[in-house]
Protein backbone atom coordinates (compact mmCIF):
# COMPACT_ATOMS: atom_id res chain seq x y z
CA UNK A 1 0.00 0.00 0.00
CA UNK A 2 1.18 3.70 -0.32
CA UNK A 3 0.95 7.04 1.12
CA UNK A 4 -1.84 7.78 -1.61
CA UNK A 5 -4.06 5.32 0.25
CA UNK A 6 -3.75 6.93 3.50
CA UNK A 7 -5.05 9.93 1.83
CA UNK A 8 -7.60 8.56 0.57
CA UNK A 9 -8.86 7.16 3.93
CA UNK A 10 -8.20 10.01 5.62
CA UNK A 11 -10.13 11.85 3.11
CA UNK A 12 -12.93 9.53 3.56
CA UNK A 13 -13.30 10.28 7.16
CA UNK A 14 -13.36 14.25 6.32
CA UNK A 15 -15.92 13.27 3.61
CA UNK A 16 -18.17 11.01 6.81
CA UNK A 17 -18.15 13.89 9.37
CA UNK A 18 -14.70 13.29 10.93
CA UNK A 19 -13.19 11.16 13.44
CA UNK A 20 -15.41 11.73 16.33
CA UNK A 21 -17.40 8.74 16.98
CA UNK A 22 -17.52 5.44 16.01
CA UNK A 23 -17.92 4.22 12.41
CA UNK A 24 -20.09 1.81 13.19
CA UNK A 25 -22.33 1.06 16.46
CA UNK A 26 -24.35 -1.57 18.28
CA UNK A 27 -26.70 -0.97 20.87
CA UNK A 28 -28.50 -3.90 22.46
CA UNK A 29 -29.12 -5.66 19.57
CA UNK A 30 -31.16 -8.78 19.99
CA UNK A 31 -31.92 -11.42 16.46
CA UNK A 32 -34.05 -14.67 16.57
CA UNK A 33 -34.57 -16.79 14.20
CA UNK A 34 -38.06 -18.35 14.06
CA UNK A 35 -39.96 -18.12 17.32
CA UNK A 36 -37.46 -18.93 20.35
CA UNK A 37 -34.29 -18.87 18.48
CA UNK A 38 -31.88 -16.67 19.61
CA UNK A 39 -29.00 -15.61 18.29
CA UNK A 40 -27.81 -12.14 19.63
CA UNK A 41 -28.66 -11.00 22.69
CA UNK A 42 -28.32 -7.50 23.63
CA UNK A 43 -25.27 -6.97 21.75
CA UNK A 44 -23.35 -3.52 22.00
CA UNK A 45 -20.39 -2.73 20.15
CA UNK A 46 -18.32 0.19 18.94
CA UNK A 47 -16.11 -0.13 16.22
CA UNK A 48 -13.56 3.25 16.06
CA UNK A 49 -12.30 4.51 12.57
CA UNK A 50 -9.19 3.06 11.48
CA UNK A 51 -9.34 0.70 13.89
CA UNK A 52 -9.85 -3.45 13.33
CA UNK A 53 -12.01 -5.47 15.21
CA UNK A 54 -12.21 -9.56 15.64
CA UNK A 55 -15.07 -11.25 16.41
CA UNK A 56 -14.45 -14.67 17.98
CA UNK A 57 -15.92 -17.73 19.29
CA UNK A 58 -17.00 -21.13 18.97
CA UNK A 59 -19.23 -22.01 15.41
CA UNK A 60 -22.82 -21.05 16.30
CA UNK A 61 -21.56 -18.32 18.54
CA UNK A 62 -23.31 -15.69 16.38
CA UNK A 63 -20.12 -13.72 14.29
CA UNK A 64 -21.69 -14.25 10.66
CA UNK A 65 -25.06 -13.21 12.18
CA UNK A 66 -23.81 -9.85 13.75
CA UNK A 67 -21.94 -9.24 10.51
CA UNK A 68 -25.12 -9.79 8.73
CA UNK A 69 -27.33 -7.76 10.86
CA UNK A 70 -24.43 -4.32 10.42
CA UNK A 71 -24.85 -4.67 6.27
CA UNK A 72 -28.86 -5.42 6.86
CA UNK A 73 -28.96 -8.76 5.25
CA UNK A 74 -30.76 -9.67 8.36
CA UNK A 75 -33.60 -7.47 10.24
CA UNK A 76 -32.88 -7.08 13.92
CA UNK A 77 -36.15 -7.59 16.15
CA UNK A 78 -34.50 -5.13 19.10
CA UNK A 79 -31.76 -2.35 19.37
CA UNK A 80 -30.20 -0.22 16.77
CA UNK A 81 -27.36 0.16 14.56
CA UNK A 82 -25.91 3.43 13.64
CA UNK A 83 -23.29 3.68 10.77
CA UNK A 84 -21.33 7.26 11.11
CA UNK A 85 -24.05 8.43 13.64
CA UNK A 86 -26.72 7.47 12.11
CA UNK A 87 -29.11 4.93 12.71
CA UNK A 88 -29.47 2.05 9.54
CA UNK A 89 -31.89 0.30 11.32
CA UNK A 90 -34.29 2.76 11.33
CA UNK A 91 -37.09 2.15 8.98
CA UNK A 92 -37.11 5.05 7.18
CA UNK A 93 -33.24 4.19 6.36
CA UNK A 94 -32.48 2.85 2.63
CA UNK A 95 -30.67 -0.47 2.51
CA UNK A 96 -29.02 0.01 -0.23
CA UNK A 97 -27.26 3.43 0.22
CA UNK A 98 -26.50 1.56 3.90
CA UNK A 99 -24.79 -0.99 1.53
CA UNK A 100 -23.06 1.23 -0.62
CA UNK A 101 -21.11 2.27 1.97
CA UNK A 102 -19.74 -1.15 3.43
CA UNK A 103 -18.46 -3.70 1.77
CA UNK A 104 -18.74 -7.53 2.46
CA UNK A 105 -16.41 -10.15 1.92
CA UNK A 106 -17.30 -13.59 2.60
CA UNK A 107 -15.82 -17.09 3.08
CA UNK A 108 -17.44 -18.00 -0.78
CA UNK A 109 -15.68 -15.66 -2.91
CA UNK A 110 -19.21 -15.44 -4.65
CA UNK A 111 -18.05 -13.58 -8.02
CA UNK A 112 -19.75 -13.87 -10.95
CA UNK A 113 -18.48 -16.74 -12.87
CA UNK A 114 -19.57 -15.75 -16.16
CA UNK A 115 -17.87 -12.38 -15.79
CA UNK A 116 -14.03 -11.34 -15.91
CA UNK A 117 -12.54 -10.34 -12.80
CA UNK A 118 -12.67 -6.77 -13.70
CA UNK A 119 -16.45 -6.64 -15.03
CA UNK A 120 -17.08 -8.18 -11.66
CA UNK A 121 -15.36 -5.32 -9.97
CA UNK A 122 -16.31 -2.69 -12.00
CA UNK A 123 -20.84 -3.94 -11.94
CA UNK A 124 -21.08 -2.14 -8.56
CA UNK A 125 -19.02 1.33 -9.31
CA UNK A 126 -20.94 1.33 -12.55
CA UNK A 127 -24.19 -0.05 -12.10
CA UNK A 128 -24.81 1.28 -8.40
CA UNK A 129 -22.34 4.76 -7.85
CA UNK A 130 -23.25 5.22 -11.99
CA UNK A 131 -19.00 6.05 -12.39
CA UNK A 132 -18.00 5.78 -16.01
CA UNK A 133 -16.70 2.64 -17.64
CA UNK A 134 -12.97 4.46 -17.63
CA UNK A 135 -12.83 5.42 -14.33
CA UNK A 136 -14.29 2.05 -12.89
CA UNK A 137 -11.70 0.15 -15.04
CA UNK A 138 -8.88 2.39 -13.87
CA UNK A 139 -10.08 1.83 -10.03
CA UNK A 140 -10.26 -1.66 -10.58
CA UNK A 141 -6.88 -2.40 -12.29
CA UNK A 142 -5.10 0.18 -9.95
CA UNK A 143 -6.58 -2.38 -6.75
CA UNK A 144 -5.96 -5.26 -8.55
CA UNK A 145 -2.10 -3.95 -9.42
CA UNK A 146 -2.40 -2.79 -5.33
CA UNK A 147 -3.07 -6.93 -4.57
CA UNK A 148 -0.77 -8.74 -6.80
CA UNK A 149 -3.57 -9.46 -9.35
CA UNK A 150 -2.48 -7.12 -12.05
CA UNK A 151 -2.31 -9.44 -14.71
CA UNK A 152 -5.71 -11.56 -13.88
CA UNK A 153 -8.09 -8.79 -15.08
CA UNK A 154 -9.25 -10.61 -18.23
CA UNK A 155 -9.25 -13.79 -16.49
CA UNK A 156 -12.77 -15.77 -15.41
CA UNK A 157 -12.72 -16.40 -11.67
CA UNK A 158 -12.46 -20.86 -12.56
CA UNK A 159 -8.73 -19.63 -13.77
CA UNK A 160 -8.34 -18.43 -10.45
CA UNK A 161 -6.07 -20.08 -7.34
CA UNK A 162 -8.70 -19.75 -4.23
CA UNK A 163 -6.73 -17.45 -2.39
CA UNK A 164 -6.62 -15.17 -5.78
CA UNK A 165 -10.75 -15.33 -6.23
CA UNK A 166 -10.44 -14.10 -2.50
CA UNK A 167 -8.13 -11.22 -3.16
CA UNK A 168 -10.31 -10.75 -6.39
CA UNK A 169 -13.61 -10.34 -3.67
CA UNK A 170 -11.54 -7.63 -1.78
CA UNK A 171 -11.03 -5.89 -4.60
CA UNK A 172 -14.87 -5.98 -5.80
CA UNK A 173 -15.87 -4.99 -2.22
CA UNK A 174 -12.82 -1.82 -1.96
CA UNK A 175 -14.19 -1.17 -5.49
CA UNK A 176 -16.70 1.42 -4.36
CA UNK A 177 -14.56 3.08 -1.83
CA UNK A 178 -16.33 1.87 1.72
CA UNK A 179 -16.67 3.45 4.69
CA UNK A 180 -16.04 0.29 6.56
CA UNK A 181 -15.25 -3.30 5.68
CA UNK A 182 -16.90 -6.52 6.76
CA UNK A 183 -14.86 -9.85 6.58
CA UNK A 184 -16.74 -13.24 7.26
CA UNK A 185 -14.37 -15.77 7.19
CA UNK A 186 -12.49 -14.96 4.45
CA UNK A 187 -9.91 -17.78 4.83
CA UNK A 188 -11.84 -20.51 6.00
CA UNK A 189 -12.25 -22.23 2.46
CA UNK A 190 -9.05 -21.64 1.45
CA UNK A 191 -6.09 -24.29 1.11
CA UNK A 192 -3.51 -23.82 4.27
CA UNK A 193 -0.61 -22.26 1.76
CA UNK A 194 -3.42 -19.60 0.21
CA UNK A 195 -4.38 -18.35 4.01
CA UNK A 196 -1.00 -15.98 4.75
CA UNK A 197 -1.80 -14.20 1.06
CA UNK A 198 -5.14 -13.19 1.79
CA UNK A 199 -4.08 -12.27 5.43
CA UNK A 200 -1.43 -10.08 3.95
CA UNK A 201 -3.79 -8.30 1.94
CA UNK A 202 -5.67 -7.46 5.79
CA UNK A 203 -2.50 -6.37 6.84
CA UNK A 204 -2.21 -3.83 4.32
CA UNK A 205 -5.35 -2.80 4.12
CA UNK A 206 -5.16 -1.86 8.28
CA UNK A 207 -2.21 -0.45 7.85
CA UNK A 208 -3.93 2.13 5.28
CA UNK A 209 -6.49 2.78 7.80
CA UNK A 210 -8.91 0.97 6.10
CA UNK A 211 -12.15 0.23 9.19
CA UNK A 212 -12.41 -3.56 9.70
CA UNK A 213 -14.41 -6.01 11.39
CA UNK A 214 -13.72 -9.33 10.77
CA UNK A 215 -14.92 -13.03 12.34
CA UNK A 216 -12.43 -15.17 12.07
CA UNK A 217 -11.00 -18.50 12.89
CA UNK A 218 -7.69 -17.62 13.07
CA UNK A 219 -6.48 -17.03 16.32
CA UNK A 220 -2.93 -15.64 15.89
CA UNK A 221 -3.81 -13.35 13.10
CA UNK A 222 -7.10 -11.86 15.67
CA UNK A 223 -4.26 -11.56 18.04
CA UNK A 224 -1.78 -10.03 15.22
CA UNK A 225 -3.97 -7.55 13.62
CA UNK A 226 -7.14 -6.88 16.08
CA UNK A 227 -7.46 -3.58 17.85
CA UNK A 228 -10.36 -4.81 19.88
CA UNK A 229 -11.56 -8.63 19.84
CA UNK A 230 -14.71 -9.72 21.22
CA UNK A 231 -15.53 -12.80 22.43
CA UNK A 232 -19.03 -13.87 21.38
CA UNK A 233 -20.41 -16.99 23.28
CA UNK A 234 -23.90 -18.32 22.58
CA UNK A 235 -25.12 -14.51 21.19
CA UNK A 236 -23.38 -12.90 23.73
CA UNK A 237 -20.66 -10.33 23.75
CA UNK A 238 -18.88 -11.84 26.76
CA UNK A 239 -15.51 -10.28 26.60
CA UNK A 240 -14.20 -8.13 25.38
CA UNK A 241 -10.80 -5.43 25.13
CA UNK A 242 -7.36 -5.54 23.19
CA UNK A 243 -5.64 -8.47 22.19
CA UNK A 244 -3.69 -8.51 25.22
CA UNK A 245 -6.17 -8.81 27.28
CA UNK A 246 -8.59 -11.06 25.42
CA UNK A 247 -5.82 -13.36 24.86
CA UNK A 248 -3.31 -12.62 27.18
CA UNK A 249 -5.34 -12.14 30.59
CA UNK A 250 -9.13 -13.65 29.91
CA UNK A 251 -11.24 -12.77 32.57
CA UNK A 252 -14.25 -15.03 31.90
CA UNK A 253 -13.68 -19.11 32.78
CA UNK A 254 -16.19 -20.06 29.65
CA UNK A 255 -13.30 -17.49 27.57
CA UNK A 256 -10.26 -19.17 28.98
CA UNK A 257 -11.67 -23.18 28.09
CA UNK A 258 -12.31 -21.56 24.85
CA UNK A 259 -8.75 -20.70 24.41
CA UNK A 260 -7.30 -23.67 25.79
CA UNK A 261 -9.00 -25.39 23.68
CA UNK A 262 -7.17 -23.09 20.52
CA UNK A 263 -4.42 -23.64 21.74
CA UNK A 264 -4.30 -27.31 22.42
CA UNK A 265 -5.39 -27.86 18.63
CA UNK A 266 -2.23 -25.60 18.13
CA UNK A 267 -4.30 -22.63 16.36
CA UNK A 268 -3.22 -20.32 18.92
N1 LIG B 1 -31.18 -18.19 8.52
C1 LIG B 1 -31.09 -18.83 9.69
N2 LIG B 1 -32.18 -19.49 10.19
C2 LIG B 1 -32.11 -20.13 11.37
N3 LIG B 1 -31.00 -20.19 12.15
C3 LIG B 1 -29.92 -19.57 11.70
C4 LIG B 1 -29.89 -18.86 10.45
N4 LIG B 1 -28.66 -18.33 10.29
C5 LIG B 1 -27.93 -18.70 11.36
N5 LIG B 1 -28.69 -19.44 12.21
C6 LIG B 1 -28.25 -19.99 13.50
O1 LIG B 1 -27.73 -18.93 14.26
C7 LIG B 1 -26.63 -19.39 15.04
C8 LIG B 1 -25.44 -18.48 14.81
O2 LIG B 1 -24.97 -18.69 13.49
P1 LIG B 1 -23.74 -17.87 12.89
O3 LIG B 1 -23.56 -18.34 11.49
O4 LIG B 1 -23.96 -16.43 13.13
O5 LIG B 1 -22.56 -18.37 13.83
P2 LIG B 1 -20.98 -18.20 13.62
O6 LIG B 1 -20.45 -17.82 14.96
O7 LIG B 1 -20.73 -17.27 12.50
O8 LIG B 1 -20.55 -19.66 13.25
P3 LIG B 1 -19.33 -20.16 12.31
O9 LIG B 1 -18.07 -19.86 13.07
O10 LIG B 1 -19.58 -21.63 12.18
O11 LIG B 1 -19.43 -19.42 11.01
C9 LIG B 1 -26.39 -20.84 14.67
O12 LIG B 1 -26.98 -21.66 15.63
C10 LIG B 1 -27.11 -20.97 13.34
O13 LIG B 1 -27.58 -22.28 13.17
Redesign the pocket.
Known amino acids: MTADDTRTAADDTRATGGDDGPVLRLESVRKT ?2 RD ?1 V ?1 LRDVSLDVAPHTVTALI ?1 A ?8 LRCANLLEEIDDGAIFLDGEEITDPRADPDAVRRRIGVVFQSYNLFPHMTVLQNITLAPRRVLGVSREEAEARARELLGRLGLGDKAGEYPDRLSGGQQQRAAIVRALAVRPRLLLLD ?1 ITAALDPELVGEVLSVVRDLKADGMTMVL ?1 T ?1 EMGFAREVADQVCF ?1 DNGVVLERGTPQEVFGNPRQERTRRFLRRIVEAGRL
Open positions: FGRVGSGSGKSTLEAHL
